[in-house]
């Protein structure tokens, strides 16, 4: 399995506080994800990495951010978290081989509860 | 964005092979197409990917037709633990598509004793 450790797994937090989800990886992979999973939604894309410092938008980026100061870390963080973001959300890392094929390796998921 | 379409939900008997499709009629000449399986409480795992034809592995088979607009998963002889969430992903995980690797709605197959 991939090394890739999300934190916290769970948490419960009310509307309007900061949370910051993290998600680390041992494999050295330089491209990271960060999902949201909801019914009826599968998985849809937040924000992306593909270098330290090198970060840009998915499909649901309102509300969120990202940083990448280490190849390892990929911090997602909803500023001041509301009950839309309630989600389980998934870190994704890949190490793409040249122009061809790469997979993504996921991490167990961090279920969020904005009350 | 390759939009991907899926059925909701499939039932099974185990022993029984069961062949889920996806239809991707814009998908991009550089797309490969990724399935991947999903256990509840869990993050989704790859299981096969193809760009075109067929693809077989220990687990399963993609079909790709010519024109690529929709491929098919086949699992063959489905047994209990298959019950899971199947995903097809259009791109690849490189930077031109980062931001187009959105999955749809994925398929849910329960298999049944």
């Known amino acids: 399995d991939a090394g890739i450790t999300q934190s916290p797994r769970h948490k419960v937090t009310e509307t309007g506080t900061p949370v910051t989800l993290r998600c680390h990886q041992t494999?050295?992979?330089?491209?990271m994800y960060w999902y949201r999973q909801d019914p009826g939604h599968g998985l849809r894309l937040i924000h992306y990495s593909y270098g330290v410092k090198d970060t840009d938008k998915g499909e649901v980026s309102d509300g969120y951010s990202v940083s990448r100061s280490k190849t390892e870390d990929f911090l997602l963080t909803l500023e001041s978290a509301t009950s839309s973001q309630t989600s389980v959300y998934f870190c994704?890392?890949?190490?793409?081989?040249?122009?061809?094929?790469?997979?993504?390796?996921f991490g167990e998921g961090s279920r969020l509860t904005v009350l | 964005l390759a939009k991907t379409t899926q059925p909701i939900s499939m039932d099974s008997y185990e022993g029984q092979e069961v062949n889920i499709t996806c239809s991707h009629n814009n998908i991009a000449t550089n797309d490969y197409i990724t399935w991947y399986q999903q256990f509840p409480s869990q993050g989704p795992r790859f299981i096969i990917q193809g760009y075109k034809t067929k693809v077989t592995n220990e687990v399963a088979s993609l079909f790709i037709p010519a024109d690529r607009k929709s491929s098919t998963l086949s699992l063959p002889r489905v047994s209990l633990s298959d019950t899971a969430v199947y995903y097809c992903l259009v791109g690849l995980p490189n930077k031109a598509a980062g931001n187009k690797l959105t999955f749809g709605g994925g398929t849910r197959v329960l298999v049944k004793p």
């Open positions: 494999e050295n992979h330089r491209y």
């Open positions: 994704a890392i890949s190490e793409p081989r040249g122009s061809d094929t790469g997979e993504l390796f």
